[in-house]
T-cell receptor, first 116, second 111 residues
Framework: DVKVTQSSRYLVKRTGEKVFLECVQD?????MFWYRQDPGLGLRLIYF???????EKGDIPEGYSVSREKKERFSLILESASTNQTSMYLCASSLLSHTAFDQPQHFGDGTRLSIL | DAKTTQPTSMDCAEGRAANLPCNHS???????VYWYRQIHSQGPQYIIH???NNETNEMASLIITEDRKSSTLILPHATLRDTAVYYC????????????FGKGTSLLVTP
């Protein structure tokens, strides 16, 4: 089974701090994703990466950056945390699709981040 | 991505089959039907996907009508651990990476 592991289930940080969320996958997937999930707003894509050192902005990249130095690891960085970044953060991975359908995305269990 | 419509909630007795419907009447010929679920306090979990033929895996079966305008996810022997929100998504390859979950169906499996 695909295993996507996020470094923390719960995290509490203060406004203005630089926050790092780590994600590791063990299935040699090319694609990795960071989403945030908020009640009533559903899942929103922050960034994704299709290869080492490659990244693309998603729908809500403002206030975030990412790093992918190794294929299995994708980090989300909150440059200067703010209270409106309090959310559930979900990492996902998938194979690169060479077929007519999108490869399914496999998710970690999420990090519930609170910014005080 | 085509719009989908799912019931807000459903109940199912443990051990019985859970049949979760999804309407996608505007589906295009190149769009696949995907099902994910999210158990409380966990990340979403991929279940199954299909184009037009019925599909089965170790988790569930997917039945797609001949006109492809609706589908049903079947959990053959529901357990308490199947209590979750189930999301039906219709999308084509290359339609963007972001998964857009609607409101889904909240399935409650009762003893």
């Amino acid at each position: 089974d695909v295993k996507v592991t996020q470094s923390s289930r719960y995290l509490v940080k203060r406004t203005g701090e630089k926050v790092f969320l780590e994600c590791v996958q063990d299935m040699d997937h090319e694609n990795m994703f960071w989403y945030r999930q908020d009640p009533g707003l559903g899942l929103r894509l922050i960034y994704f990466s299709y290869d080492v050192k490659m990244k693309e902005k998603g729908d809500i990249p403002e206030g975030y950056s990412v790093s992918r130095e190794k294929k299995e690891r994708f980090s989300l960085i909150l440059e200067s945390a703010s209270t409106n970044q309090t959310s559930m953060y979900l990492c996902a991975s998938s194979l690169l699709s060479h077929t007519a359908f999108d490869q399914p995305q496999h998710f970690g269990d999420g990090t519930r981040l609170s910014i005080l | 991505d085509a719009k989908t419509t799912q019931p807000t909630s459903m109940d199912c007795a443990e051990g019985r089959a859970a049949n979760l419907p999804c309407n996608h009447s505007t589906i295009s010929g190149n769009e696949y039907v995907y099902w994910y679920r999210q158990i409380h306090s966990q990340g979403p979990q991929y279940i199954i996907h299909g184009l037009k033929n019925n599909e089965t895996n170790e988790m569930a079966s997917l039945i797609i009508t001949e006109d492809r305008k609706s589908s049903t996810l079947i959990l053959p022997h529901a357990t308490l651990r199947d209590t979750a929100v189930y999301y039906c998504i219709v999308r084509a390859s290359g339609s963007g990476y972001a998964l857009n979950f609607g409101k889904g169906t909240s399935l409650l499996v009762t003893p």
